[in-house]
T-cell receptor, first 114, second 111 residues
Framework: DVKVTQSSRYLVKRTGEKVFLECVQD?????MFWYRQDPGLGLRLIYF???????EKGDIPEGYSVSREKKERFSLILESASTNQTSMYLC?????????????FGPGTRLTVL | SQKIEQNSEALNIQEGKTATLTCNYT??????LQWYRQDPGRGPVFLLL?????KEKRKERLKVTFDTTLKQSLFHITASQPADSATYLC??????????FGAGTRLFVKA
């Protein structure tokens, strides 16, 4: 079974802190994604990566950056955390170069910014 | 702008009945559509994918239809069980590797 793990289930940070969220997948998937999920808004794509060192902006990239130095690891960085970045963050991965492959999600990180 | 709508109100049904969830979309012509299940505090889990040239797809007690003229997908769970209680997300291909997710519909199945 594909396993996607995220570094923390719960995280509390202060405004202005730099925050790192780590995601690791163990099935050699090419594509990796970062979403945030807020009530009533569904999952919104922040960034995605279709190869090592490649990244593409999603729908809401402002205030975030990403890093993919190794195929199995995709990191989300909040440069200067703000209270409106309090949310559930979900990482996902998918196989292959076409876009119609199912996505495998991690358990999520619930981030609170005070 | 592209938009996906799922019924934001929870769906309550009795065990054994068929649950039907709706996903409507506008300003899209997706090549495929996916349905996911999400339990509280957990990440979504893939259930089914249906392509634009498929009218219907089945997997055990699940059935999905895809009407590109109506721009609608219906997701059915037959012989529903309390264990089917969860939030169900509709997701559409949005070009390249991007997938757009709906906000989900919460299903409660009463014993």
């Amino acid at each position: 079974d594909v396993k996607v793990t995220q570094s923390s289930r719960y995280l509390v940070k202060r405004t202005g802190e730099k925050v790192f969220l780590e995601c690791v997948q163990d099935m050699d998937h090419e594509n990796m994604f970062w979403y945030r999920q807020d009530p009533g808004l569904g999952l919104r794509l922040i960034y995605f990566s279709y190869d090592v060192k490649m990244k593409e902006k999603g729908d809401i990239p402002e205030g975030y950056s990403v890093s993919r130095e190794k195929k199995e690891r995709f990191s989300l960085i909040l440069e200067s955390a703000s209270t409106n970045q309090t949310s559930m963050y979900l990482c996902a991965s998918s196989l292959g170069t076409s876009g119609d492959n199912e996505q495998f999600f991690g358990p999520g990180t619930r981030l609170t910014v005070l | 702008s592209q938009k996906i709508e799922q019924n934001s109100e929870a769906l309550n049904i009795q065990e054994g009945k068929t649950a039907t969830l709706t996903c409507n979309y506008t300003n899209y012509s997706p090549a495929y559509l996916q349905w996911y299940r999400q339990d509280p505090g957990r990440g979504p889990v893939f259930l089914l994918l249906i392509r634009e040239n498929e009218k219907e797809k089945r997997k055990e007690r699940l059935k999905v239809t895809f009407d590109t003229t109506l721009k609608q997908s219906l997701f059915h769970i037959t012989a529903s069980q309390p264990a089917d209680s969860a939030t169900y997300l509709c997701a559409l291909e949005a070009g390249g590797f991007k997938t757009i997710f709906g906000a989900g519909t919460r299903l409660f199945v009463k014993a």
